[in-house]
């Protein structure tokens, strides 16, 4: 198992820049896929990146892409999402997600463990 611990959400101004990581504990973090969720109120948990194991595959969110980057440093067993440029629509609880499975899945269902979310607020 692996347990997931987000960190570094708040408030940002649209243009801005947010890093947010997620710290894992456990099992060897280098054999986990990572990824990143996001849930606004109402709406269902969205994909927005993912990360294979040894770091060299990514994939994203066509939301994302051009904006966001998904990154780890398995020395440090952290995953890390840097925001750049987001905008109100960004607005959402950002979730930490990991399985040892790489499915190349963009489902919520397919993450077994996760972290507790932390808050981006993207004001205009």
């Known amino acids: 198992q692996v347990q997931l611990v987000e960190s570094g959400g708040g408030l940002v101004q649209t243009g801005g820049s947010l890093r947010l990581s997620c710290a894992a504990s456990?099992?060897?973090?280098?054999?986990?896929?990572m990824a990143w969720f996001r849930q606004a109120p109402g709406k269902e948990r969205d994909f927005v990146a993912a990360i294979t194991g040894n770091g060299i595959s990514t994939y994203y969110a066509d939301s994302a892409k051009g904006r966001f980057t998904i990154s780890r440093d398995n020395a440090k067993n952290t995953a890390y999402l840097q925001m750049n440029s987001p905008s109100p629509g960004d607005t959402a609880v950002y979730y930490c997600?990991?399985?040892?499975?790489?499915?190349?899945?963009?489902?919520?269902?397919?993450?077994?463990?996760w972290g507790q979310g932390t808050q981006v607020t993207v004001a205009s």
């Open positions: 997600a990991a399985d040892r499975t790489d499915r190349r899945s963009r489902h919520y269902r397919d993450y077994a463990y």
């Open positions: 456990g099992q060897t973090f280098s054999r986990y896929v």
